[in-house]
């Protein structure tokens, strides 16, 4: 029957895939993520439950609106899917388990707060502030608050430092993302949090000096980043930390 569990993790991915696609749309502006009605952009008509399928509705309608026959954005189906794939990975690692419950969690964040950073270079209170709640709920839950409070703890206060060495270069969202992501990976996963965001970091400002001519003034998006870290130092950290000190002992 683990067929059966991957397909509802999927479908619940395409769920949270498309709510996700409500907050990142409109946390950002201020509006609810409730009212009103999912609506075009184009026309404002109020979309049907047949629109809203997630994925399905943007391929049966070839990417139109409906109503106005507007173009919809590639992006809302992607969101879905690549929300699908993340579920899916966190279940396949953590199986039925609190920790799946947790990464999905974290996983939603995740999503929301690098896309939202990359429409509008910021990261809204409203979700990391949410985020941070869910984190330490669940680590309540499983017996591992003490572990939450120190990685959010040291990884928010590692990038606070950072912040005001860099003078601007972070922001304070950077700051509470990175908060929530310790939270989320305890101790000492935030620290792999940490070490994998800066090889990811520096991967990615390598690339922006190399073939893009950046300079040293150039504002760099960071919550994409912090996202690709936290997700992989939640799912596989401990596992490539034991490679590479066994690697070490050799
Ligand atoms: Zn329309």
């Known amino acids: 029957m683990t067929w059966m569990y991957y397909t509802i993790v999927a479908i619940l991915g395409l769920i949270f895939g498309s709510f996700a696609n409500v907050v990142i749309h409109r946390l950002p502006r201020g509006e609810s993520v409730v009212f009103p009605a999912s609506h075009c952009p184009s026309c404002g008509q109020i979309l049907s439950t047949g629109d809203l399928i997630p994925v399905i509705s943007y391929l049966l309608l070839r990417g139109h609106c409906r109503y106005c026959a507007a173009e919809i954005s590639p992006r ?26 947790t990464g999905m969690a974290l996983s939603f964040a995740l999503l929301c707060a690098a896309l939202i950073d990359v429409d509008c270079g910021l990261i809204p209170n409203r979700l990391t502030m949410p985020a941070l709640g869910a984190a330490l709920i669940l680590a309540t839950l499983s017996g591992s608050l003490l572990s939450a409070l120190l990685g959010g703890l040291v990884l928010g206060g590692l990038f606070l430092a950072l912040a005001l060495l860099s003078n601007g270069g972070l922001g304070g969202g950077d700051i509470k993302l990175a908060a929530v992501i310790g939270a989320f990976c305890g101790w000492p996963g935030a620290l792999t949090a940490l070490v994998l965001v800066s090889l990811i970091g520096g991967v990615y400002a390598l690339y922006l000096l190399i073939f893009k001519g950046a300079g040293r003034k150039t504002a760099v998006r960071f919550g994409p980043i912090l996202a690709l870290g936290a997700f992989l130092a939640f799912n596989y950290g401990a596992q490539w930390a034991a490679w590479y000190f066994s690697w070490l002992s050799r």
């Not at 699908?84 to 199986?95: H, K, M, N, S, Y």
């Open 76 to 101: 809302y189906p992607l969101v879905e899917a690549l929300m699908a794939l993340l579920f899916l990975l966190v279940f396949l690692q953590w199986r039925l388990s609190l920790t799946t419950l």
